[in-house]
């Protein structure tokens, strides 16, 4: 076997790598217990508009403050918002942060 001047110290360097490597893989491979609880996502048909609050079966819900888009990621404005059409709401910290309204075709 031929031993190179420096091949301890690469293998010393190598050693610490991997391991290290491993620890980030498996750190951001966990989920994040202070986020799972902050989040909620309603899906529902809109039945009742008014100003920026929607109504739906699971309750009212003000959506001034949110993004609201197509099912294509397409912006859309609030008036795009009707009585029966489906929506699906992103609440985070008891707000509504996204909206997301499906065509009128699409209901339950």
Same mark, same amino acid.
């Given at each position: 076997?031929?031993?190179?001047?420096?091949?301890?110290?690469? /293998?010393? /360097?190598?050693?610490? /790598?991997?391991?290290?490597?491993?620890? @980030?893989?498996?750190?951001?491979? @966990?989920? #994040?217990?202070?986020?799972?609880?902050?989040?909620?996502? /309603?899906?529902?048909?809109?039945?009742?508009?008014?100003?920026?609050?929607?109504? @739906?079966?699971?309750?009212?819900?003000?959506?001034?403050?949110?993004?609201?888009?197509?099912?294509?990621?397409?912006?859309?404005?609030? #008036?795009?918002?009707?009585?029966?059409?489906?929506?699906?709401?992103?609440?985070?910290?008891? #707000?509504?942060?996204?909206?997301?309204?499906?065509?009128?075709?699409?209901?339950?």
């Amino acid at each position: 076997m031929v031993s190179f001047p420096g091949n301890r110290r690469y /293998i010393s /360097i190598i050693g610490l /790598i991997i391991p290290a490597a491993v620890f @980030l893989v498996v750190l951001a491979g @966990l989920p #994040s217990t202070g986020h799972s609880s902050d989040l909620t996502v /309603i899906d529902g048909i809109v039945e009742r508009v008014s100003g920026s609050s929607v109504t @739906l079966e699971s309750g009212t819900y003000d959506i001034g403050r949110a993004r609201i888009k197509s099912t294509s990621g397409r912006d859309v404005p609030l #008036s795009e918002i009707s009585t029966g059409r489906k929506v699906k709401l992103r609440i985070s910290n008891g #707000s509504v942060t996204g909206v997301i309204v499906y065509p009128a075709v699409m209901l339950e």
